[in-house]
Nanobody, 118 residues
Framework: QVQLAESGGGLVQAGGSLRLSCAASGRIFSINTMGWYRQAPGKQRELVADITIGGSINYADSVKGRFTISRDNAKNAVYLQMNSLKPEDTAVYYC????????????WGQGTQVTVSS
């Protein structure tokens, strides 16, 4: 069974930084795109950033220049470095990965809370 384990959320003041980590475990053949989504209270889940196995990266306009996504294919891991955090970045952040096992589908982590105080 495949699992995604996230870590690194917390409470930080505006202008601060946090680093999120997510590692996939289980019977994994390969992982294509990995990414981070977030959901604020009362809002829909939205893409923050994603990265393909080949290293192509996509960012939401709201985080460009402040957040950096990276991955370590050997560790089946994806990271999100978040700098210059703003109160509007407050949300539950979810790791997502498109994983091939016997089949191929999208998996989600349990979510980690990021709270940015003003």
């Amino acid at each position: 069974q495949v699992q995604l384990a996230e870590s690194g959320g917390g409470l930080v003041q505006a202008g601060g930084s946090l680093r999120l980590s997510c590692a996939a475990s289980g019977r994994i053949f390969s992982i294509n795109t990995m990414g981070w989504y977030r959901q604020a209270p009362g809002k829909q889940r939205e893409l923050v950033a994603d990265i393909t196995i080949g290293g192509s990266i996509n960012y939401a306009d709201s985080v460009k220049g402040r957040f950096t996504i990276s991955r370590d294919n050997a560790k089946n891991a994806v990271y999100l470095q978040m700098n210059s955090l703003k109160p509007e970045d407050t949300a539950v952040y979810y790791c997502n990965a498109f994983i091939r096992t016997t089949g191929q589908r999208s998996y989600w982590g349990q979510g980690t809370q990021v709270t940015v105080s003003s």
